[in-house]
């Protein structure tokens, strides 16, 4: 498999070399150049897969010239070593938890892959690599507890000050060795524009190797198909309506390549926060992004999604409307939405999931069938929200060892200089 450039069709990279760059040069995302299809009888037999089975298979094509079958098999199964439980809301409708890794976020599949193929890429390499990502909340915690376990690699992570919640900026600012956490006196954009500057600085490229683990990095954004295919492992091939809580837009972007290999997926429904550019998009066919928007559900707090690259590449805009239905939501009807389903149905939603529920309620008919909500965060990791609807002690034990840790940041403005300097220091 060749990975191309959204802006450049003609770029033909290696996955080795489209996961080392991060970024192309010229600012577009790496593509694979085709979507490979699943054997028809795919999904006659899918209940008794595994979905270390399933991640083999669908990924191989992908990585095969950089991964032979014994690395790849070796990083999936310590990528998809952690439960997903699918547990019922009420009727038809499930929630796909997507938050038992040790970050307690669905990031934690997409980092974890990344970091154990960097490490592969790295084994014999002389140079160290750096990894520059941007977070709005949960990529760091992903990244942080990813990457610290991984050699020859420094992981530089910036996130908005004052913007993230307790546990999540613990959970990027307490690695001593490889990791290190940039607190930027600015929003999520600021910080994603810091890391797109260092990407086409050729002079800091040839000082440094550096590397993104931001969803646009090919190695990402990739394994967040494979948890897609766990509803059918226990549904059978039945199509089912999945909905998606969107940010960067880099988790419903893998859903759709999967729908494209031939996942059985009837709709899929966006879900967005009042950041809420691609659901206007879906309406009236124009691309507006805003600014920033700090919501409760901050790791969906992006005004532009970088992905949205990659949705256009993939389809034209009368496939996109076909494809997604996208809804938004305030703060008060995510908050309203988890009451009310903690209330009715003793399950309890962290606000991502919430907007995701919200979004199924608005586009589902009774006769839709089966449903699935990914729950994309354990709700412990938003307690100043969750605190109004449940006063019970939610934390996993693993959480409460990390709160008690000390936090280690670098305060910085939103200075390229500055952080520039730190970087090549
Ligand atoms: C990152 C994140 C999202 C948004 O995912 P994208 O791939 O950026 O659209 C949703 N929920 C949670 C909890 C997240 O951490």
Known sequence: MKYYSTKNKGLSKSFREAVIEGLPSDNGLFMPEFIPELPEDYFDNIKEKTIQEIAFDILQPFVKEDLDDLQLKKIVEKTFSFELPIKKIEGD?????????????????????????????????????????????????AVASAFSKVKNIEVVILYPSGKVSDLQEKQLTTFDKNVKALE?????????????????????????????????????????????????????KEPLTIAVPSGNYGNLTAGLIAQKMGLPVRQFVAAANSNDVVPRFLID????????????????????????????????????????????????????????????????????????????????????????????????????????????DIYPAGAKELMQKEKKSVKMKVDYKQFKEFLVG
């Not at 014999?124 to 750096?130: D, L, S």
């Open 285 to 392: 066919g124009n691309y507006d992004p805003k600014p920033t928007v700090q919501t409760i559900s901050n790791a969906m707090d992006v005004g532009n999604p970088s992905n949205f690259q990659r949705m256009i590449d993939l389809f034209d805009e009368k496939e996109i409307r076909e494809k997604i239905k996208g809804f938004a939501f305030s703060d008060e009807a995510t908050l309203e939405a988890m009451k009310t389903v903690y209330r009715e149905h003793e399950y309890l939603l962290d606000p991502h999931g919430a907007v995701g529920y919200l979004a199924l309620k608005e586009y589902l008919n009774a006769s839709d069938g089966i449903s699935i909500l990914l729950e994309t965060a354990h709700p412990c990791k938003f307690m100043d929200v969750v605190s109004k609807i449940i006063s019970d």
């Open 93 to 141: 409708n499930y929630a796909l938890e997507l938050f038992h890794g040790p970050s307690y976020a669905f990031k934690d599949v997409g980092a974890t892959f990344l970091a154990l193929c960097l490490e592969e890429f790295y084994k014999e390499a002389e140079e160290k690599c750096t990894i520059l990502v941007a977070t709005s909340g949960d990529t760091g915690g």
């Open 184 to 236: 930027v006196e600015g929003d999520f954009d600021d910080c994603q524009q810091l890391v797109k500057k260092a990407f086409l600085d050729s002079d800091l490229r040839k000082q440094l190797n550096i590397s993104s683990a931001n969803s646009i990095n090919v190695a990402r954004f990739l394994p967040q198909m494979v948890y897609y295919f766990a509803p059918f492992i226990k549904f059978g």
